[in-house]
Nanobody
């Protein structure tokens, strides 16, 4: 099993920046990728971006491309979501997700952290 714990959410003005962290523990050798999803109030959960654990290659949703960046600290089993040029429509609960080598689907989820962007 893999456990994921997010941190770093908060309130920020439009145009500002925040960095979210997701620490993985447990059987991290099982991980294929780690990524981020978000769910705004009254909306479906949506993909934000992810990183393949072995290659560090990344992909992003079009809505955040060029503004959000996922980076990894190998020594801390941590991935970060650096969010710049934030917009009110980025307001959501952000979830860290991990996929396993076996299924390549998001088997592991964090508890979520609230990000609120004021206009």
């Amino acid at each position: 099993q893999v456990q994921l714990v997010e941190s770093g959410g908060g309130l920020v003005q439009a145009g500002g920046s925040l960095r979210l962290s997701c620490v993985a523990s447990g059987r991290t050798s099982n991980l294929f990728s780690m990524g981020w999803f978000r769910r705004a109030s009254g909306r479906e959960r949506e993909f934000v971006g992810h990183m393949v654990w072995s290659s560090s290659s990344t992909s992003y949703a079009d809505s955040v491309k060029g503004r959000f960046t996922i980076v990894r600290d190998y020594t801390k089993n941590t991935v970060y979501l650096q969010m710049n040029s934030l917009k009110p429509e980025d307001t959501a609960v952000y979830y860290c997700a991990g996929s396993s080598m076996a299924t390549r689907s998001n088997d592991y989820w964090g508890q979520g952290t609230q990000v609120t962007v004021s206009s």
